[in-house]
């Protein structure tokens, strides 16, 4: 995988996510009740300090350790010993049933709706994470198997600015806060 992404904001940070699978995924898990640019240069914290995204290596770490490197300000996240929980049980998923490759996650699919589904089994892995992150997949890295539009509704949608699916610069991510603001008082509203 080579892409070159801009959503950490910060150039070393973005690269981890351009070249490594699992730190891609990491990142979209660290996307949770934290600014979403700091969440997705968690992963290049945890290759600086940890020396590997190899999930094999991060599932067996003892947990911790894990943890307080993660946790170790500036941390990987607001909540970062239990995210450094929620990293190693995916890297554990990713080592026994992907042979160690996050990226045989998304290849070889036969279609959308199976990718949002491989994505959710994932821990900590809803249906909306796992539709934003298999619309950023499709957006941005060209991985859009047969449905990925429908089964990404509405993440998939060309033009919107709903998610991480649609930052590609500075621009762009001010859209996408917008609009979740804008989400989050619609429905402080209604309620």
């Not at 934290?34 to 770490?61: H, N, Q, S, W, Y």
């Not at 946790?71 to 990293?87: K, L, N, Q, V």
């Amino acid at each position: 995988m080579k892409a070159s992404l801009t959503i950490a904001q910060d150039p070393a940070a973005d690269e981890v996510l351009g070249t490594d699978p699992f730190g891609l995924l990491v990142g979209m898990l660290l996307d949770q009740q934290f600014p979403m640019e700091r969440a997705f240069a968690g992963p290049a914290k945890v290759l600086e300090r940890f020396g590997t995204l190899d999930p094999g290596r991060i599932a067996a770490a003892e947990p911790d350790a894990f943890a307080d490197l993660c946790a170790t300000p500036p941390a990987i996240h607001r909540y970062g010993r239990s995210m450094a929980a929620r990293i190693q049980a995916v890297a554990a998923v990713v080592r026994d049933e992907y042979d160690g490759d996050a990226e045989r996650i998304w290849t070889g699919v036969g279609s959308g709706r199976e990718l949002v589904a491989r994505v959710k089994a994932l821990p900590g892995f809803g249906d909306q994470k796992a539709r934003i992150f298999v619309a950023l997949l499709a957006k941005q890295l060209g991985v859009r198997p047969d449905g990925w539009e429908a089964a990404t509704t509405p993440y998939g949608e060309t033009g919107s600015f709903r998610s991480v699916a649609d930052v590609v610069d500075g621009e762009s991510l001010e859209k996408v806060r917008a609009f979740k603001k804008e989400a989050k008082a619609a429905a402080k509203a209604k309620a």
